[in-house]
């Protein structure tokens, strides 16, 4: 396996080679499926592969010949998390209480990747219904960790993060409600970027559409702001997304962070928890932006408690979701969702309006703190990748303890934040820093990112 290995390569890459027809879509399709070949029987980073994705590279390789190519994005492997809707192949949402009809229409997201060329792989698999943070479903089994398979890649957007860190094609599209796309690109290596609420259409929406956005897992900055603007189009099916921007968002991308106030952030409406070498990345990217010409400083926004706000939202949700579901459905899905769901079950409409309310008030408070800061610098997760088969105890604490303590405050306010790799710990595991910026901020978020990412040495993908 070498650096000329198209399975390694990243999207700007494998379009500069085809661009000069020294690599064609097919030659690059072909090595990302022999590496699938290889690690995917225990990876298991698929709910489900494309059987046309050999004749659309095809197609695209007859484009290029021509000089005709359709879109910024032709013949670049691609997946999709099987939350969204992929036309052709049904949308089972990692439970085996979900219908196995195919669906006739793509996602929003799903029809920009394919408007610009991608070619799509197949599905990628999520925990049942995107619900929590350990990569395993009913329905698909466990995902693991390409850089050690006795680790969990994090979830929701589990075999996202697992087909990243593994090398199988360069852009992948998860799904975050909480940290779900955050969570598993910091547990593998990779970058992960949860945009402005609004900017990534979503449909059919789910449970957690007022906090839920799609967005891109790549294994470079670059490659995730190339994926973002293919993504970002305006679709009148969502009432939620903004209206059409055709900003360029790899424009400005390199102008790098000199100038720009940057919050260290140990706080986010409760103490936050972190191990030791949590705080040691921080730190890192601190001195690093720092060095180059960023003005950095400790500070927190004075938040109310996001765990009680974020549990609501989330509960409730389960609540919602399992409401609708037959008895026989019920016996299908992970104890876990019913133990949530339960918990919520009397939850009444005044208590729920007043958790939007302090959402609202969590969300006006990182306003007023962007005032005087133009970034967040912060943890993504409060540890490293944990076991695949940790037991899975009292997941109402563990979503503030173990999972998404640093991610979901970000959904409450529906601010862009990005996670960028900053190296391995001592067990050889990648730890990764969240950057977050004002609501539709996202070119500062990407910016900042890849002055980071330029700082830092990455951490290489696992071999196979």
């Not at 424009?251 to 040691?280: C, H, N, Q, S």
């Not at 133990?339 to 007043?354: P, Q, S, T, Y």
Request: hydrophobic residues 45%; aromatic residues 6%.
């Amino acid at each position: 396996m070498t650096k000329t290995d198209p399975a390694l390569m990243g999207a700007e890459e494998l379009l500069d080679l085809y661009r000069r027809r020294a690599l064609s879509p097919v030659e690059a399709l072909q090595a990302v499926l022999e590496r699938i070949a290889r690690m995917n029987s225990w990876v298991n980073a698929f709910a489900a592969m494309n059987p046309r994705a050999i004749q659309q590279a095809g197609e695209s390789e007859a484009r290029w010949f021509a000089g005709r190519p359709m879109g910024a994005l032709d013949g670049v492997p691609a997946t999709v998390k099987d939350l969204l809707d992929l036309s052709g192949f049904p949308t089972r949402r990692g439970s085996r209480a979900t219908s196995t009809k195919p669906v006739g229409a793509d996602a929003p997201a799903v029809m920009g990747l394919k408007s610009e060329g991608a070619v799509i792989i197949g599905k990628t698999t999520t925990t049942e219904f995107g619900w929590k943070t350990p990569g395993d479903c009913p329905l698909n089994g466990i995902t693991r960790n390409p850089w050690n398979r006795d680790r969990t890649p994090g979830g929701s957007s589990s075999g996202a993060g697992a087909a990243g860190a593994a090398c199988f094609g360069p852009l992948h599209i998860g799904t975050d409600a909480g940290g779900s796309i955050r969570i598993p690109a910091a547990w593998c290596g990779l970058v992960g970027f949860k945009p402005s609420f609004g900017r990534i259409p979503q449909w059919p929406h789910g449970s957690f559409a007022n906090v839920a956005v799609a967005g891109p897992m790549t294994r470079s900055v670059r490659d995730a702001a190339l994926m973002f603007g293919a993504m970002a189009r305006y679709d009148l099916r969502d009432p939620f997304c903004l209206p059409e921007d055709k900003r360029d968002w790899l424009a400005g991308i390199e102008d790098g962070v000199r100038g720009l106030r940057v919050a260290v952030v140990r706080r986010l409406g409760f103490e936050t928890p972190l191990d030791p070498a949590g705080r040691a990345a921080v730190d890192h990217a601190a001195t690093l932006l720092q060095e180059q010409g960023a003005i950095v400083e400790e500070a927190s926004p004075e938040m109310p408690d996001t765990r009680y706000i974020f549990g609501r939202v989330w509960g409730v949700a389960l609540a919602k979701l399992v409401a609708g579901l037959s008895a026989e459905q019920r016996e299908m899905i992970d104890p876990g969702i019913l133990e949530v769901a339960e918990a919520e079950r009397d939850f009444d409409a005044i208590g729920m309006l007043n958790a939007e309310a302090l959402r609202i008030e969590a969300a006006h408070a990182m306003a007023r703190f962007h005032q005087q800061y133009d970034l967040v610098l912060c943890p993504t997760t409060p540890t490293a990748a944990m076991a695949t088969d940790a037991p899975q105890i009292k997941p109402r604490d563990a979503l503030w303890r173990d999972w998404a303590p640093w991610t979901f405050a970000f959904n409450l306010t529906r601010q862009p934040a990005i996670t960028v790799p900053v190296g391995t710990d001592e067990d050889g595991l990648p730890r990764g820093v969240q950057l977050a910026a004002a609501l539709y901020r996202d070119d500062l978020v990407l910016r900042a990112a890849r002055a980071l990412e330029l700082a830092v040495e990455a951490p290489a993908a696992p071999a196979a």
